[in-house]
């Protein structure tokens, strides 16, 4: 029979005990009280000297007899156990006869059970007549009263009442304060509760927030102490917390962000910041809810109540003690715990990570990617390039514990050296070529022809092609090969300050017209250039009203500068020196005649030169 339907009988019983017979055992089969009853009435019959005076003693000891015992059914009385049998332990509470109480309600939950002779307990008179010849008790129903019995006092007085979380039911939980009673899902706490199975089998104090005797209804509140509980924690903490404080908290919640600490009524922000001098991708690796753990606070804002906090602070900075422990130059084995685009993260110790950066990774500069050379969780041997404890930096370099390539390069190919390779890749400065040693040789745009300028690289090269250049240096510091394709030809200005001569005249088709002059094209590679004002002696608005593209004309040289690579040319000056060759020559032709015609011929032949001294 379970707790419920027992107390809904005690109850029940209880409620009717008055109208129930007195507490004469009139069908009780037990001789020691009839015997006892007789033995008084002969004692009375022998003392007494008439009949009316027996019936007189006779009533008299029948009604001490019924007083001595007070006990009825329905109440809870005292008594002491004589016998624990196999089914039934046997109570002694003070009446003709004893009580019997089933074995069942002494056993624990794991079989055993727990009686002896001599044990004192209350027990419930179910019924004083019984065909066994005991009368019939129970110690559940009677615990189950005095349950009911100190509940009622505790609602009435407003008290607290302690009691065991013993199942879940719709709507919230079961618990066990001596009867069962229910426990709301919204009064469980302050905030809701997610889980209700970490609650079972713990016991709490209650608040009773309704109390029906009759219908055996009790609701519990635990809300209200949840919230009086922090207020009290809270106003301890608000009153003692100080910064730089060592304080132990337990872990509320979990973000991405951080993790929030119960320091007693009130929360505190670990950040993930200042979870550990190493990395930490989620505050989970490190916690779950419900961890308790010790932090410091960092800072306490008493006007908002915010208070930061800081788990890495309560252990030593690594980084401090790194400059004494490590140099540039080290050689140091690390565990790769990430990968970025730029480089590899690698961890040397607890809090410490050095990068290594996607350069210092080979000498090869086809390494567009770490993850070409490393993969998280790989062990690595890397030498220790650059330390800053102060901004928590540490270089490491990879490629230094490999051979250097480079270091062979300039006694294989020295300067002036032909090679042939094929293109890597174009760029809008440059052609890459891979010479091989995982070296790329780079030919610049300015390299590629002496004369002819090149728009893009890849007007004459695609990736590829195999072509020949020479090596113009090698920079090993800055890890540099620089190549030249037009140094495999005669750089056609090196011989143009022989060719063209200031004051000669020369021949050229016209490649280019411009508002301010003409190209002329001297040979394949080199050009001169007439500016407006040399074209003629007469004033020139458009030079393209007077030579078009494709025009040979004819000037004279007026400048040269092979280092710059430019010639200026005149047209109007080579007219001007034509004409005047001309005329040498016709005065050469009759110097040996002497008349009248040559001394006027020599007299206009020096004013001509006086007016082109004063031209000049």
């Avoid at 007195?22 to 004692?43: C, I, L, N, Q, Y």
Wanted: charged letters at 30%.
């Amino acid at each position: 029979m379970s707790k419920g339907n027992q107390l809904s009988m005690a109850l029940t019983t209880s409620s009717t005990g008055a109208e129930k017979k007195k507490a004469r055992p009139e069908s009780h089969d037990t001789t020691s009280w009839m015997d006892e009853f007789e033995v008084g009435a002969d004692e009375a019959s022998e003392n007494s000297g008439t009949g009316q005076n027996a019936e007189e003693s006779f009533a008299k000891l029948y009604e001490q007899s019924l007083q001595q015992s007070d006990v009825r059914e329905g109440e809870v009385v005292d008594g002491v156990v004589v016998n624990v049998g196999p089914d039934f332990v046997t109570v002694d509470i003070g009446y003709k006869c004893e009580g019997l109480v089933p074995i069942e309600e002494f056993r624990k939950p794991d079989g055993t059970t727990e009686v002896n002779v001599g044990d004192q307990l209350s027990v419930y008179l179910e019924r004083i007549e019984s065909d066994t010849g005991f009368m019939q008790l129970s110690k559940d129903k009677a615990e189950i009263i005095k349950a009911w019995d100190e509940i009622s006092q505790a609602c009435e007085k407003d008290q607290l009442v302690e009691g065991t979380v013993i199942g879940k039911v719709k709507g919230g939980l079961s618990v066990d304060i001596g009867v069962k009673a229910f426990l709301p899902g919204s009064q469980i706490d302050v905030k809701p509760v997610k889980n209700l199975d970490k609650l079972l089998g713990k016991k709490f104090k209650f608040k009773i927030i309704k109390f029906n005797k009759k219908r055996g209804n009790i609701v519990l509140s635990r809300r209200a102490i949840v919230a009086q509980e922090k207020e009290r924690m809270r106003a301890e903490t608000l009153q003692s917390l100080q910064e730089g404080q060592i304080v132990t908290g337990t872990v509320k919640n979990i973000t991405e962000y951080g993790a929030f600490v119960d320091l007693g009524g009130m929360d505190g922000l670990l950040h993930i910041t200042d979870m550990s001098w190493g990395r930490v991708k989620h505050p989970s690796e490190l916690f779950n809810v419900g961890d308790e753990i010790s932090v410091k606070v960092l800072k306490y804002d008493r006007e908002k109540e915010r208070i930061s906090l800081g788990l890495k602070q309560v252990t030593t900075n690594p980084w401090e003690e790194l400059a004494a422990k490590m140099s540039v130059g080290d050689r140091v084995r690390g565990k790769v715990v990430s990968l970025k685009d730029y480089g590899a993260f690698v961890e040397l110790a607890e809090g410490i990570e050095g990068l290594i950066h996607v350069s210092e990774m080979s000498w090869r500069r086809d390494v567009k990617h770490p993850s070409k050379v490393l993969n998280p969780g790989d062990e690595v041997e890397c030498q220790v390039l650059e330390i800053d404890p102060r901004n928590k930096r540490l270089s490491l370099g990879l490629k230094q514990l490999q051979e250097n390539p480079w270091s062979a390069l300039e006694a294989k190919y020295p300067p002036g050296a032909q090679i042939e390779g094929e293109v890597k890749s174009v760029t809008d400065f440059g052609v890459f070529v891979d010479i091989g040693e995982g070296i790329d040789g780079l030919v610049h745009v300015s390299d590629i022809a002496w004369t002819k300028k090149v728009a893009h690289p890849s007007e004459r090269f695609k990736k590829g092609d195999k072509i020949k250049a020479m090596v113009l240096s090698i920079d090993k510091e800055a890890e540099k090969f620089s190549l030249g394709i037009k140094q495999l030809e005669r750089d056609p200005w090196e011989s143009a300050r022989t060719k063209y001569r200031v004051g000669e005249g020369i021949e050229g088709r016209v490649t280019k017209v411009t508002d301010f002059g003409v190209f002329v094209e001297l040979e394949e590679g080199i050009e001169g250039l007439v500016y407006v004002s040399e074209i003629s002696d007469q004033r020139v608005e458009k030079p393209s009203d007077l030579v078009k593209v494709g025009d040979v004309v004819r000037a004279e040289v007026i400048s040269l500068d092979t280092k710059e690579r430019r010639i200026g040319l005149s047209m109007k000056k080579l007219k001007v020196s034509e004409e005047r060759k001309a005329y040498e020559s016709y005065v050469n032709q009759g110097e040996k005649k002497t008349s009248l015609g040559d001394v006027l011929g020599a007299q206009l032949k020096g004013i001509l030169n006086k007016g082109e001294g004063d031209e000049e």
